[in-house]
């Protein structure tokens, strides 16, 4: 340790989302706060100014604004009989590497999870008593309700400016939007962005189904907009640059946009830049922690103390930091004992890639989250009686693909990818190419986890994690419905040749093209301390002046985006901070 | 336990801004950031150096002319556009080789270095510049042993032929798997074709000209009405704003 900070009421590890909202609700009740984040500053006016933004190469395929596999990566294997390799080069784990986090290149479908999510293990006791589950599959309910959590993402669709269309406003079907919804209380703060012309094909094909299609919620935000912040939006332009790109134009939402500029006047907020947190310290009766240890940008040791730590550093790093610091009890897969690093959980992808023959599309129209869904066949909105599985997906007309290095491939089955003939059917293909992706539902398994690995390290020498997954038969079932449910549809667009893939056919693979960054579980919330590594205010059941915030403490995925969700439980926790704990610290589970 | 008695919303004894500034010991967290107190400057993001493309920086002359007798047929000159060579593809590949691409620069480079499954992907230790400068002495002997010619000799069904069949993973290489190698032309070449022609590639955005892909514009919103129509939108380069 080379020096000591001054003593701050909380540090927040990590500023993406979770970090800056956490951040903005304990310095607006007037905690001192320090923020560490590993990356630098980055404002999107300096560091994504449209001049350079809409460049594929360096962004889309050389990913320049995330966290590069040199500075830290994963191992990998699909199960524990197999040695753990590391993920040397770009894949599916695609983490923020500066301020804002994730939170900046993300795609901002901004979904909230439907009532059954929170609550799967309770719902099949009342609905599926007599269903066998997967053998090995865990399903247990988070301790929150959706009714809960739902002033939470109220508040989080605000702040952001979410755009989209009310399915359910207390209690009331609304048409046009999402009738599968759980209830809200308001409207969208911004109206759905106009739809592509492939939102529409798949509108009126799946409603002549009878299906329910609605414009997905999202942050690529509606119309100009002030949001409670005093934080002025823009509305979205269509560039088409958008996941893995930052936006210049305060047009997506992200943390840099619609919350850090409020911490940038509070004189109560402190943020260390390029500084990695290594450790968490604790206490010596293990009751509590005390603070956290980081590297700085000098190469020196420092130490930040704090009566609060908030650990939002991405899932994967949260868990990472929780094995660090060797704080809770590591999961057992042999034993079925043990908590940390058990429950991680991913999403269950399925696809149709369609071909029609004299469309324009139009695809460089486009966003992150340009996209028409049913809802029909997600979470537990359907009848899964003899089905033999838990879940289903989104399944939605996706219009985030027009960049043309993405596209290359996307052909017809049997065209040959180089040459003249190549040259043709891609200017064809070009505009004629559609996507239904299917965003399933993942449950968490008895032979997933998450822990460190024995061999590998990153730059600083500390272990790296070690992420031992495959799909199981539940994923397997529910996808193979799911790409069912897509064929169908793809039959009635009027395309012209399409083919349709469902991911756990294959072994999981961190590669695979098309495949989900969404990384869940590992370090989850319950009511259970033999189940969960936090309780249901996302604090830790062994320090209880420690929270841990992020998808980590999802104990199964939705067919849905996380981002929504983890930004609300982020508000829901904080108010549990501000109202009761800073009141009197302890257990919240009182 | 020594918990602070003051933790309480509403209090807050001295602003960390002064608190930091005073106890900040030497060569402490230099990048510290504090509220209240001033604007928060980032650094600039530069925009790309663009490329100048009477230089070649990474191939040696014979190397140039054998990638591009293969990009020329990855990518050939017919009524839709002109050849990859033609549209900077060469030039753009060269730099890239020379950069951080070229070096593999985002790659995990720890050891052990060990075989996995296929899920784990690739684990091996070569770079992008490696696998040029050993791929193409491998294909230059391998096509010169098997036909008496090298590859920018043979007419051009036979270079087609002899990509289809590394494309097949037919040839085998003393290093590299001669479908990895066709693979990483592709890729590149493709790189090169539908590029920001900052990088060199793409000259005249003959790439997105082809498929109609406006480029590095950023509002569609005048356009977005339009839909399933044809939109002839003249497409821009960042080079042309920076
Ligand atoms: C291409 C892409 C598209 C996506 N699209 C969507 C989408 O459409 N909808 C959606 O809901 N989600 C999407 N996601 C996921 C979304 O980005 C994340 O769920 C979200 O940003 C996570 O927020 P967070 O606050 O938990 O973590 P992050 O935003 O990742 O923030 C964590 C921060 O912690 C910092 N940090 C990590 N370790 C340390 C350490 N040791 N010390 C100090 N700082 C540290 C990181 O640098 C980072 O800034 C997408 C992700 C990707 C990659």
Redesign the pocket.
Known sequence: MDYTRPKADAVI???????SLMAEELTRAGLNVVA????PWETTSVNFPPAIAADELRYGVRREIL?PPSVETLTFRNDSSQTALPGRDWNSW??????????K???????RFSVADFQMATRVRERYSNMKLADGLIVQDWGITYDELEPHYDRFEKIAGISGKAGVINGQVQAGGNPFEGSRRNEFPTPPLVRSHWNDIFHDTTEKMGYHPFPIPAGTIGGAFRNPLGIELAPCTYCGFC??YGCGNFSKSSPNICVIPALTQRSNFTLLTE???LRINKSKDEKTVTGVT?LDSDGNIGYQPADIVCV????L?NVR?LFLSQIGRPYDPTTGEGTLGRAYNYQTMSYGFLYFENEYMNPFIST??LSTQIDDFNGDNFDHTGLGFLGGAGIQALSDQGTPLGMTDRLPAGTTQWGSAWKKAFAHSYQNYAKIQGQGTSYSHRGSYLSLDPTYKDANGQALLRMTFDYNENDRKMSSFVRGKIDDICKQTGAKSWETVSFPDKHNSPFRPYDS??TIGGAVMGLDPATSVLNRYQQHWDAHNLFV???SSYPNNGGY????T?SALTLWTAKAIIDNYVKSPGSLMR | MRRRVVLKAGLVLMSTATAAAIMRPVGAAARVLRGGAGKWIARETPPPVPVDPSKRIFFTPQEENLVKAIFDQLIPADDLSVSASDAGCVVFIDHQLAGSYGKASSRFKGGPFQEGTPEQGDQSKLTPADIYKIGLAEMNDHCRKMSGKAFEELPAPQQVEYLEAMEAGKFTYKTIKSSELFTQFLTNVQEGFLSDPVYGGNRNMVGWRMIGFPGARYDYRDVAELKGQRLEIEPVSISDRI
């Open positions: 590890v990590g500023l993406g989302w979770a970090g560490i984040e590993r990356g966290k695609q983490m923020g590497y500066s301020v804002g986090g994730a939170g290149h993300w795609a901002a479908n901004a979904w996941g893995f500084c990695t947190v980081f939002s550093a991405y899932q790093d930091l992150g989250a960054s969404h915030l992020g998808a985006n996380p981002t929504g983890l």
